[in-house]
């Protein structure tokens, strides 16, 4: 046999390897599809059982909503401020529930103890079962108003899982979603009960995430307690952060059920109406704003002074001191404020224009929304400055006339007051964008702070003072301009007075005057507040 040639060797050994090659590559590839469809099944595939399982459980599952599917409302340490609890409730099984389709459909929410005793003794008769139901608001529930509610039907029908007023409202679309959590049957293929299985409670499907906000429940907690033992029944108080401007604690007076709103519609004092972000003359606590535009701008110096004669005549008419029936004499820009002298800060206002009280309003953020993200906030009114006479700028000076704030803006501008003059929009909801302005500077801020300090000391405002702690703030008493009505109470401070850490609001509509009325509430929660941090921190 003829050998083959050198060339024709070397031709053959590399188709060889080629085919070697090919065979190594179509053995490798197989290696690792198997490798794949084994991780698959082994490892990835129980991770997505649920995925497949449920939908397939659902399909057989028939069942009623006993929980609504929507993500807590809860404060800045995830406690939700709604304190949802569990209770009972009864349902009837359709008619030939062994032979047909024996889904349940619910008769009775809030069970009574008696009616699941009825229940579960035979006493109801057949066909009837006690079901879980979770009540999203609990008895113990805060920032009711703040929280809001959703449309009682929802635990019933679940598209009507909607929310009305609050947060519930504002952040429906991020709420609310996915399959409740229900109670139910499992069926067969033919339609027919599961022998055996009874009802079994489903968990939810997707259910939504919580909205955190800035509310602090022990905060909110102390601020209500104290409220309804000064016996507030109408009104509103407000705690800030005083370094961040977040809201603590936002409450308002009466209160009401959010589980049945239904029951509150014809009460004549209004208890859906969020008073801590409804407008309200402002009465003497406004008085700060008009000192805090004056000296900013140069029309009063912390050297001058006004004298107080009683009274003092603005065109045709005059108006009282409103603190002092025979006047305080000669006082300073710090009295004027601390003793709550309508004669000053009249005075005081009539020498600015009208458009710059007005506009340096609204920088302090008046007459505008805050941008809390609850949709019952207020803007309030600020008066028109061109149209302005002498008697309406006196008015302005004290508070009255055309002029309505809510508690959350006086709060914020009393912060910034705290805070060296920088004004900071309040926060409800945590990584809210938040604006911030510089209203005055630190001389000006610093003259405020001793003048509010005073009054607390020596003026309208030693009720709110704390021992050993220390308070600033100003009064109010404003004229509702009702018949026979009493004025609206106002307390606006900070406390401690060294390194403030809580700014607080307090509103009590037509209660009386903010000396003796609001002043004690600001005093209690202050007192309260602090005392419960120093014994957590000791």
Not at 32 to 43: A, E
Not at 357 to 364: C, V
Request: with cysteine; charged share 20%; net charge negative.
């Amino acid at each position: 046999m003829k050998g083959f040639r050198e060339p024709e060797l070397r031709a053959c050994e590399s188709a060889s390897g080629r085919r070697l090659e090919y065979v190594r590559s179509a053995a490798s590839l197989i290696f690792f599809c198997l490798l794949g469809l084994l991780v698959r099944y082994q490892i990835i595939g129980p991770l997505q059982a649920d995925k497949f399982l449920r939908p397939a459980f659902f399909q057989r599952y028939r069942g009623v909503p006993v929980a609504l599917s929507r993500g807590n409302i809860v404060d800045r340490h995830g406690v939700p401020l709604h304190y949802p609890v569990w209770g009972n409730a009864i349902a009837r099984l359709s008619p030939g529930a062994e032979a047909e389709s024996p889904a349940p459909e619910k008769v009775t929410r809030e069970a009574s103890p008696q009616e699941v005793g009825a229940v579960l003794t035979g006493v109801t008769g057949e066909g009837w079962v006690v079901i879980p139901e979770e009540k999203r608001y609990g008895p113990q529930s805060l920032a009711r108003h703040v929280v809001g509610h959703v449309r009682t039907n929802a635990y019933i029908n679940p598209r009507d899982n909607v929310g009305e007023s609050g947060l519930e409202k504002w952040f429906q679309s991020s709420l609310a979603g996915g399959y409740p959590a229900s109670a139910g049957v499992v069926l067969t293929g033919e339609g027919t009960g599961v022998p055996g299985v009874g009802i079994r409670v489903a968990p939810p499907l997707d259910p939504p995430e919580d909205l955190r906000t800035t509310l602090d429940a022990a905060v909110q907690l102390v601020v209500e307690q104290v409220l309804d033992e000064k016996g507030v029944t109408r009104g509103a108080a407000v705690v800030l952060h005083a370094g961040t401007g977040e809201v603590l604690a936002l409450a308002s007076r009466p209160d009401y059920d959010q589980n049945h709103p239904e029951r509150y519609m014809q009460r004549e004092d209004s208890p859906f109406v969020n008073r801590a972000l409804s407008a309200f003359p402002p009465g003497s606590v406004w008085k700060a704003v008009v000192m805090g535009c004056a000296l900013e701008k140069g029309y009063v110096e912390e050297e001058d002074t006004f004298v107080c004669e009683g009274r003092i005549r603005v065109g045709d008419r005059v108006i009282s001191c409103g603190s002092h029936e025979n006047g305080h004499g000669r006082v300073t820009v710090k009295e004027a404020l601390a003793y709550s002298c309508n004669s000053a800060l009249i005075q005081c206002a009539l020498g600015i224009p009208g458009s710059e009280l007005i506009e340096f309003a609204r920088l302090a953020g008046f007459g505008e929304k805050s941008g809390v993200e609850i949709p019952e906030e207020s803007r309030g009114v600020l008066p028109n400055p061109y149209s302005m006479y002498l008697g309406d700028k006196a008015n302005l000076a004290i508070g009255q006339g055309y002029l309505a704030v809510t508690p959350l803006q006086m709060a914020a501008f009393y912060r910034a007051i705290a805070a060296g003059g920088e004004w900071r929009s309040p926060e409800v909801v945590l990584g809210s964008p938040q604006d911030s302005r510089r209203l005055f500077g630190e001389g000006t801020a610093n003259v405020l702070c001793s003048a509010l300090l005073l009054a607390t000391r020596e003026g309208t405002g030693q009720a709110a003072y704390l021992d050993g702690l220390g308070s600033a703030g100003k009064t109010g008493t404003a004229e509702t301009g009702r018949m026979g009505g009493k004025p609206h109470a106002w307390f606006c401070g900070w406390a401690p007075i060294i390194a403030p850490e809580y700014i607080i609001v307090v509103f009590v509509e037509e209660g009386g005057d903010g000396p003796t009325v609001a002043a004690p509430v600001f005093h209690d929660i202050a007192e309260r507040l602090l005392r419960t941090r120093t014994r957590t921190r000791g």
